[in-house]
């Protein structure tokens, strides 16, 4: 038996797993479930969202590996893949090269095309209005703003654009078209219309995970998830504060 092989391939499916936005005892749970799948006596994985370390025993003989994480998207159908697939290893016998195969091409299957992000990103912020009381006209203008903003943060991420810096740029941009949306007559209340847009910034799975890894008894990585949030809840403020701020002070008002 390759150990190292095993290892390798363990950890290459908490990579991916991380990388999508699972929680860290899940990955623990998979590269673990993994490695007793295929024949390993003792394995054990710790998983932060930046880093993951994982051992294996096996006879004697004793392996580890660290898999450094620097980046981190929303991909909850590759998760699932991942998941079922671990799970079903003995059932399908698979061969550490066949489990390593379906890894890739679960890496490597393309996810929505940037148009439906972009459009149903924008649907959300649509429906977000009237979830907080705003007007048809206050959610065609969130609507339109949901595309340009879900437009720059993807060119923003594909640039590799810091994510602090990324968010800021695009809650900036929303709080301007805000304004814009206003001055033109397009919307009525410009409270609600930054409030659906901005929804498409909050950090939902960073906190949700957060919180989830810190009940679980993971505090590194809930308090590494939570601080996440937190930067990004910053940035948010910063972008839209920096705007409003600039043009009440420039023009004396909204």
Not at 129 to 140: E, Q, T
Not at 202 to 217: K, M, S, W
Request: charged letters at 15%; glycine letters at 10%; one cysteine or more.
């Amino acid at each position: 038996m390759e150990i190292n092989n095993i290892l390798q391939v363990a950890a290459y499916a908490g990579k991916i797993m991380l990388e999508s936005g699972a929680e860290a005892y899940r990955v623990e749970e998979t590269m673990n479930r993994i490695c007793n799948s295929l024949g390993i006596e003792v394995a054990n994985s710790y998983a932060t969202p930046t880093v993951i370390i994982a051992s294996a025993s096996y006879q004697g003989e004793i392996k580890s590996l660290v898999v450094r994480i620097s980046s981190r998207s929303v991909d909850l159908q590759r998760i699932n893949k991942v998941n079922d697939l671990a799970r079903n290893i003995v059932k399908n016998k698979l061969t550490v090269e066949e489990l390593n195969d379906n890894l890739k091409e679960i890496e490597e299957e393309r996810r929505y095309s940037n148009t439906i992000t972009i459009f149903f990103s924008a649907v959300g912020a649509f429906g977000f209005v009237f979830l907080f009381g705003g007007s048809l006209r206050d959610a065609i203008a969130a609507f339109l703003i949901g595309i340009v903003v879900k437009y720059f943060s993807i060119k923003g991420e594909n640039i590799g654009l810091n994510s602090f810096f990324n968010t800021s740029i695009c809650a900036g941009i929303l709080a301007f078209l805000a304004i814009i949306s206003i001055k033109i007559g397009l919307a009525f209340d410009m409270d609600k219309v930054i409030i659906g847009s901005i929804m498409l910034l909050v950090p939902g799975l960073a906190i949700t995970n957060a919180i989830r890894d810190t009940v679980a008894g993971d505090l590194v990585s809930g308090l590494a998830r939570g601080a996440e949030a937190f930067l990004t809840a910053i940035a948010v403020a910063v972008g839209t504060g920096v705007v409003l701020s600039f043009w009440i002070g420039s023009f004396g008002g909204i």
